[in-house]
């Protein structure tokens, strides 16, 4: 990681133009600190634009930029999903059309208020001791089925999760996500707080499988390459292989959106970009990045994931009513 955070800052040089600024800003992170504190402390260092960061998870803060409206200190929003941009959309200002320029189709929305940072998978996590690539299901939906009774791990209470089940939803039907959700309560399937959680639950043994993002993984690796777990997609075109798009938007109350989109345009440089691939084991947004050769299965997740909008997935509210109906969250 030290050796890519080196290449970040002398990549980062290229930004010294506009490096005399003494600004602050405000960023509502719903990235967690571990990964964008780096990140920000390079920014700073190479522009001397201080970044004041107030963490939480991406639903926490964006209720509170609803809550705050014309009135809330942030600058930029980081959002682990593209849903919780578009629901903020009216919140947001247009960004410039320079940001953009060079991310790839499908990494930006039709609107310039937001834009996308990073990729990341959906994927199905396994026992490499307990599960046997002939045992793979063809769809998630088959993890209701009774030869996955007990087995299944899911972390309802997660945006990932909500935000995966709201695609289930737009794509295949309020009546199928709910049968599904359901259907994986009635199989026993066990349910956890986050995707750590869930990653850990399939090492100790308490559960074969989970439904996880898939860099959370190449973080146990990075740790002990022996950890006995691997990840997999489901069949091609799967729901269960849905494609988030990470990304920023900066609310129109922000009185420093020069230096907001300054921080935007050093997320997406190309040792940026090249940081999220290698050493967190996202997906870059931008193109000329050298793939990350450890993710194995889940390389190359454009050939597996469905085709979805990534402005249908707005309605995580409706979500939440479902999964509080079912007295999961």
């Not at 919140?91 to 189709?105: E, I, M, R, Y």
């Not at 900066?250 to 907001?260: C, D, G, L």
């Not at 190359?300 to 479902?322: C, R, S, Y």
């Amino acid at each position: 990681m030290k050796l890519i955070l080196a290449a970040i800052a002398m990549a980062a040089t290229s930004l010294m133009p506009f490096a005399t600024s003494a600004a602050e800003i405000t960023v509502y992170s719903g990235r967690g600190e571990s990964f964008t504190a780096p990140m920000f402390k390079l920014f700073e260092e190479q522009t001397g634009i201080k970044v004041n960061a107030r963490y939480g998870t991406t639903a926490e803060l964006s209720a509170l930029l609803r809550e705050e409206g014309d009135k809330s200190p942030a600058d930029l929003f980081l959002a682990q999903d593209a849903a919780s941009l578009v629901s903020n959309e009216a919140l947001f200002a247009p960004l410039p059309s320079d940001l953009s320029a060079n991310v790839l189709p499908g990494f930006k929305p039709a609107s310039d208020k937001w834009i996308g940072t990073s990729g990341r998978a959906r994927t199905m996590v396994y026992s490499t001791e307990r599960v046997k690539e002939a045992q793979f299901p063809k769809s998630v939906y088959d993890l209701t089925a009774p030869e996955w009774k007990g087995k299944v791990g899911f972390a309802p209470g997660n945006a990932s999760f909500q935000a995966f089940l709201t695609a289930v939803r737009v794509v295949d039907g309020e009546e199928k996500a709910k049968q599904f959700v359901e259907g994986l309560v009635a199989n026993d399937a066990k349910t956890y707080k986050n995707n750590t959680d869930q990653l850990q639950a399939v090492a100790d043994g308490e559960v074969d499988v989970a439904l996880v993002n898939n860099y959370y993984l190449t973080r146990f690796k990075l740790r002990d390459a022996k950890f006995p777990v691997a990840q997999t997609f489901f069949q091609k075109g799967d729901i269960g292989n849905l494609m988030f798009t990470a990304g920023a938007g900066v609310p129109a109350a922000s009185k420093n959106q020069e230096a907001a989109h300054k921080l935007i345009g050093f997320l997406l440089s190309p040792a940026a970009q090249q940081y999220f691939s290698a050493s967190v084991g996202e997906y870059p947004v931008t193109g000329g990045v050298i793939p990350n050769d450890t993710l194995g299965a889940v390389a190359d997740p454009a050939a597996f994931a469905p085709k979805v909008e990534i402005e249908a997935l707005a309605d995580t509210d409706g979500t939440k009513k479902m999964l509080t109906e079912l007295g999961l969250i």
